[in-house]
T-cell receptor, first 117, second 112 residues
Framework: KAGVTQTPRYLIKTRGQQVTLSCSPISGHRSVSWYQQTPGQGLQFLFEYFSETQRNKGNFPGRFSGRQFSNSRSEMNVSTLELGDSALYLC????????????????FGAGTRLSVL | TQLLEQSPQFLSIQEGENLTVYCNSSSVFSSLQWYRQEPGEGPVLLVTVVTGGEVKKLKRLTFQFGDARKDSSLHITAAQPGDTGLYLCAALLNNAGNMLTFGGGTRLMVKP
């Protein structure tokens, strides 16, 4: 069974540009969550999509947005990039519903490392 | 201030030593999770603890959930170089979805 796939693995952008990151969840998983990981702030929740709807949202500015497609694949977009957006962006997928808490495991991808110059 | 405080932040030990990592909060959680993250990879779930006072063992790793469900600990016996990595505790912020909040992490290095 293929794991969570994130593309691209590395990305270099300049301030003011926008970027789109992609996440393909494990087959059968309907929930996709996005996290930002930086040395200073650690791992922080961005948002979660379930069945093409945003179910939860973290405390990030509106420049960060996402969407989920009917096949559960998800994209996140960051507009008007700032230096502080440099981070590892992680995507996690899970069944999302209908299973016990201890079985609703989130599987993480390897991440996209974004550098903003 | 993070909701989950982990200590220590860094730990460098020799192979064969024992260690304990702590995850503390002033909030009560329905469950806590422990993850390990290796360089270039995403976090991998090690265990979920749900009952106050619960103890779970995973080979040389022992996880405990505090009686009041506000804290947890991870104890590694006879650490090996393969245990090197970033250990993260995390909790679900609500029961409607997968909104995890993470501790700051403990970076462990085990030297041969």
């Amino acid at each position: 069974k293929a794991g969570v796939t994130q593309t691209p693995r590395y990305l270099i952008k300049t301030r003011g540009q926008q970027v789109t990151l992609s996440c393909s969840p494990i087959s059968g998983h309907r929930s996709v969550s996005w996290y930002q990981q930086t040395p200073g702030q650690g791992l922080q929740f961005l948002f979660e999509y379930f069945s093409e709807t945003q179910r939860n949202k973290g405390n990030f500015p509106g420049r960060f947005s996402g969407r989920q497609f009917s096949n559960s694949r998800s994209e996140m977009n960051v507009s008007t990039l700032e230096l502080g957006d440099s981070a590892l962006y992680l995507c996690a997928s899970s069944l999302g519903q209908g299973v016990a808490l201890t079985k609703n495991i989130q599987y993480f991808g390897a991440g996209t490392r974004l550098s903003v110059l | 201030t993070q909701l989950l405080e982990q200590s220590p932040q860094f730990l460098s030990i020799q192979e064969g030593e024992n260690l304990t990592v702590y995850c503390n909060s002033s909030s009560v959680f329905s469950s806590l999770q422990w993850y390990r993250q290796e360089p270039g990879e995403g976090p991998v779930l090690l265990v979920t603890v749900v009952t106050g006072g619960e103890v779970k063992k995973l080979k040389r790793l022992t996880f405990q959930f505090g009686d009041a469900r506000k804290d947890s600990s991870l104890h590694i016996t006879a650490a090996q170089p393969g245990d090197t990595g970033l250990y993260l505790c995390a909790a679900l912020l609500n029961n409607a979805g997968n909104m995890l909040t993470f501790g700051g992490g403990t970076r462990l290095m085990v030297k041969p």
